[in-house]
Structures are given as C-alpha cells and as structure tokens.
C-alpha cells in the first residue's frame, strides 16, 4: 500500500473514531432534545418490513442487519477495531466494533438522541445531520465491554426511515 493511500485510509480511521467517541452516553450525560423534538424516550424496535421490495440479511462477524436489496457489506482495514462499510452505489454507513471508551459529547443543536432496545440491547439512536446507532457493553468478554457503531457516511441525505428500519433489524452474534 502506498504512503498516500496509508495516510488516507488513517485519517479516515481517526475521524470516524472521533464520532465514534461521541456517541456514548455516560451516567452524568443528559440528552436534550433538538429544537422542535420531543425529550428521549426508549422504545422497543420491530425488525423491518419489506414495504421497499426485496430485503436481504447482510451479516458479517459481530451481528447482521437487514437491507433493501443491493447494500453489500465491506470490511476495511483498520489498526485495533472491526471496521468497515454498508455500501449501495454512493451511500454508506460505516461501522466500528471497538472498545474505544466515550470522550466527548453530541452537539444537541445539530443531533437529537432517544433509546430503543434492538436484539435486546440498549441502542441509542442518532438522528440529525446524519443517522447513527451507537450500542454500549455488548460482547461476550464482560471484562472488556465492546461498543458498535453505525453512523451513515454518505454525504447525500438517505431515507430516514429505511436507515431506521435497517438499524433496528440489527442482531448480535
């Protein structure tokens, strides 16, 4: 691999791992609702229907998730974490699978925050400039709790709900 494609490949690395930090909450986090929404609440999700046509179950080596027809899963390098990408044609949602620990908050004027359980677990749904779900303490080492993170990477906007619908099917393995 050449040094400018390394250098790339890095930068990305780290600049998903800042929002990778952010999206953890602590027990001293207060999620404030963004102007016009209601405060968070926590709802139990249903695995997604096939209302878009023909949906597929993408599965790698941490959990699978449900997709239209099309989304494929790619795995990218990465130093320490499982990394890679949901992509179809231009949009993606990155993820990472990591125990990198919680170091900065979201900005409530540009994300709102709220919970729902998925596969059982705590998921804290994103929503804003960009969608995302961050899950806390999942793994199977309760000595070293792991965290996943899906965050769309795309610049152009994706159907909310779609991306919603694929967050919520997501199961652990």
Request: hydrophobic share 35%; charged share 20%.
């Given at each position: 691999?050449?040094t400018?494609?390394?250098?790339?490949?890095?930068i990305l690395?780290?600049?998903?791992?800042?929002?990778?930090?952010?999206?953890?909450?602590?027990?001293?986090?207060?999620?404030?609702?963004?102007?016009?929404?209601q405060?968070?609440?926590?709802?139990?999700?249903?695995?997604?229907?096939?209302?878009?046509?023909?949906?597929?179950?993408?599965?790698?080596?941490v959990?699978?998730?449900?997709?239209?027809?099309?989304?494929?899963?790619?795995?990218l390098p990465?130093?320490?974490?499982?990394?890679?990408?949901?992509?179809?044609?231009?949009?993606s949602?990155?993820?990472?699978?990591?125990?990198?620990?919680?170091?900065?908050?979201?900005?409530?004027?540009?994300?709102?925050?709220?919970?729902?359980?998925?596969?059982?677990?705590?998921?804290?749904?994103?929503?804003?400039?960009?969608?995302?779900?961050?899950?806390?303490?999942?793994?199977?080492?309760?000595?070293?709790?792991?965290?996943?993170?899906?965050?769309?990477?795309?610049?152009?906007p994706?159907?909310?709900?779609?991306?919603l619908?694929m967050?919520?099917?997501?199961?652990?393995?």
């Amino acid at each position: 691999m050449n040094t400018s494609k390394r250098n790339n490949n890095m930068i990305l690395l780290a600049a998903f791992s800042l929002m990778m930090a952010s999206c953890s909450k602590t027990d001293g986090d207060t999620v404030v609702p963004a102007p016009g929404q209601q405060q968070s609440t926590e709802r139990t999700s249903q695995t997604p229907q096939s209302a878009e046509g023909q949906w597929t179950v993408i599965s790698n080596e941490v959990f699978t998730i449900s997709a239209p027809e099309g989304w494929v899963n790619q795995r990218l390098p990465s130093l320490d974490t499982y990394f890679g990408t949901l992509r179809k044609g231009n949009d993606s949602i990155n993820y990472e699978y990591s125990i990198n620990p919680d170091s900065f908050q979201l900005d409530p004027d540009r994300f709102s925050i709220h919970y729902e359980t998925v596969d059982g677990k705590r998921a804290k749904i994103i929503e804003g400039d960009r969608l995302g779900i961050a899950f806390d303490r999942v793994g199977n080492d309760p000595a070293t709790p792991h965290r996943l993170l899906l965050m769309q990477a795309s610049s152009n906007p994706l159907d909310q709900e779609t991306v919603l619908r694929m967050f919520r099917s997501i199961r652990f393995k």
